[in-house]
């Protein structure tokens, strides 16, 4: 069993950023991809970014790109989305999670319990 656990988040105004970081533990994360989700109310939960953990390769949607930042930590088994230029759209609940595809939510094998995020105009 792998365990996700968020942490990060906030509140801020529009512009500002936040940073939501997940420490992973108790299995090996090699052959896994690790990201970020994101849910707002109302609205399907979707894949903000991820990355390959054996290779460090990162993905992230068109939406985000350019002011957020997936990374990840090696040595203390962290990935962190680094969120600058904050909209009001990106408020929702931040989910970590992990599998060996993130193509598809069914295709997630963990989930943190998610953070949430605010963002006022």
């Known amino acids: 069993q792998m365990q996700l656990v968020e942490s990060g988040g906030g509140s801020v105004q529009a512009g500002g950023s936040l940073r939501v970081s997940c420490a992973a533990s108790g299995r090996t994360l090699t052959g896994y991809h690790i990201g970020w989700f994101r849910q707002a109310p109302g609205k399907e939960r979707e894949l903000v970014g991820a990355v390959t953990w054996s290779t460090g390769l990162t993905y992230s949607i068109d939406s985000v790109k350019g002011r957020f930042t997936i990374s990840r930590d090696n040595a203390k088994n962290t990935v962190d989305l680094q969120m600058n230029s904050l909209k009001p759209e990106d408020t929702a609940v931040y989910y970590c999670?992990?599998?060996?595809?993130?193509?598809?939510?069914?295709?997630?094998?963990?989930w943190g319990l998610g953070t949430q995020v605010t963002v006022s105009p």
């Open positions: 999670a992990a599998g060996i595809s993130l193509s598809s939510i069914r295709l997630v094998d963990y």
